[in-house]
C-alpha cells in the first residue's frame, strides 16, 4: 500500500528533552511537509522540503529541526526550545498533477503531549 | 503572503439540513484552492480542489465549491448533509506558481455537527 506513515501515534515526553517523530513515504513524492494542529488554529507550517537535502522554514519553524537526507524519508526533531510543544503533528508529501497544483497528501499524524 | 478566513468555527445542523461553509483567501496572484475533510480519527483527506477552468467544483461525498474571483471566496456547500459528515473542514489556499506554488495555507477550520 502506498501512503505516509508517521509514528508513533502518542508521544509522551519530559518538558527538557527533545524528541524525534517520524515521517515516511513510499509515494515517490519529492515535496515533504510538517505542520502543527492546535484546536481553532487550523494547520501551520513548521518546515518543508522540495528535494533530498534542502528544507526551507515555514511559519512556524522555531524551537523546531529537520533532515532530509533520503526522498522517503523527513523526521521532525522538537527541541526543548519550543516553548509550547503539545499539539498534533501532520506530516505531508505532494506531487505535482499533471496541468495542475501540488497536490498534498497527509499521514496520520503524531500526539506529542509534553510533561 | 496568503492568508485565509473561515468565519464559521462551529456550525451545527439537523440531517438533510443544507450546508454551506465560508471561505475566503487573501492573495494577489493566481491561486489554487482546496477543501480537506477530518473526520473523527482518520487522515486529513482532500474533499476537492479548484486550480482552473469550471469555477463550480464537484468532490467527493457530494460536496461542491464555488470559486468566485471577484469575492476571493471559494465556499463549501452539500445540499442535504448526513449524520457521517460530522467532521472538521479546512480551506486552503496555494500560489498558482512559483515558490509559493508547494506551500499550503490553511484556515483555521470549521467543525460541523450533525445531529440525527
Known amino acids: 500500500d502506498g501512503g505516509i506513515t508517521q509514528s508513533p501515534k502518542y508521544l509522551f515526553r519530559k518538558e527538557g528533552q527533545n524528541v524525534t517523530l517520524s515521517c515516511e513515504q513510499n509515494l515517490n513524492h519529492d515535496a515533504m511537509y510538517w505542520y502543527r494542529q492546535d484546536p481553532g488554529q487550523g494547520l501551520r507550517l513548521i518546515y518543508y522540503s522540495q528535494i533530498v537535502n534542502d528544507f526551507q522554514k515555514g511559519d512556524i519553524a522555531e524551537g523546531y529541526s529537520v533532515s532530509r537526507e533520503k526522498k522517503e524519508s523527513f523526521p521532525l526533531t522538537v527541541t526543548s526550545a519550543q516553548k509550547n510543544p503539545t499539539a498534533f503533528y501532520l506530516c505531508a508529501s505532494s506531487i505535482k498533477l499533471a496541468g495542475g497544483p501540488y497536490e498534498q497528501f497527509f499521514g496520520p499524524g503524531t500526539r506529542l503531549t509534553v510533561l | 503572503a496568503q492568508s485565509v478566513s473561515q468565519h464559521n468555527h462551529h456550525v451545527i445542523l439537523s440531517e438533510a439540513a443544507s450546508l454551506e461553509l465560508g471561505c475566503n483567501y487573501s492573495?494577489?496572484?493566481?491561486?489554487?484552492l482546496f477543501w480537506y475533510v477530518q473526520y473523527p480519527g482518520q487522515h486529513l483527506q482532500l474533499l476537492l480542489k479548484?486550480?482552473?477552468?469550471?469555477?463550480l467544483v464537484k468532490g467527493i461525498k457530494g460536496f461542491e465549491a464555488e470559486f468566485i474571483k471577484s469575492k476571493f471566496s471559494f465556499n463549501l456547500r452539500k445540499p442535504s448533509v448526513q449524520w457521517s459528515d460530522t467532521a472538521e473542514y479546512f480551506c486552503?489556499?496555494?500560489?498558482?506558481?512559483?515558490?509559493?506554488?508547494?506551500?499550503?495555507?490553511f484556515g483555521k477550520g470549521t467543525k460541523l455537527s450533525v445531529i440525527p
Open positions: 492573495y494577489g496572484g493566481t491561486v489554487n
Open positions: 479548484y486550480f482552473s477552468g469550471d469555477p
Open positions: 486552503a489556499v496555494n500560489a498558482g506558481s512559483g515558490a509559493g506554488s508547494y506551500q499550503l495555507t
